[in-house]
């Protein structure tokens, strides 16, 4: 009776991947499914769409915190980058003020939206970082520039293109905006 048991075990295969052989199932739903779909959890293996459900809870996050993430991501992010644009200091100091300065951006964010995180809260943070630190890098430099030629007498502006070049040419000011873009993307994925 035992002998042939192996020839009445019925073969199971993945929900998602009906051509792979598994007896793996999912600790929450149930679900049959491969190495390849088990998301291994504090809880232990679960399937995706379990995980995925899971941190819809903890993903509670609107349309307009996004926003305001941004808002306020890119605001701090052109006020530092102008900043470090305009003091030229030494790199090593830019290097070690980018992390602490992108953790402080990142909490005031989240404080702003009372915690709240969304699916991609930390991208969109990160985004407006390192967009808004290039826009008032830009702007610090096209601002330097005319004080300059107001002073020789000659009233001018630079153009946009050569503002932009100017800022992209500033290694320092790329490691910062850079440093500080991360710093604040890992402050979203701090689950505090
Ligand atoms: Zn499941
Ligand atoms: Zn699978």
New binding site residues.
Partial sequence: MTTDAPLNEELTFCAVHPDRETSLR?N??G?LMCAQCAVLTPVGY??R??VRQQEDKFFTANQLDYLIIAAVCAGLGAVGAAIVSALNLFLILVLVAALPFGGAVGELALQAVSRRRGRYSGQVAAAAVALGGLAGAVAQVSVAFSQIAERAGRPAALPLEAALGAALSDLGLLLFVALAAAAVYSRFRMRI
């Fill in positions: 999912c929450r739903c679900r679960r399937c769409e379990c």
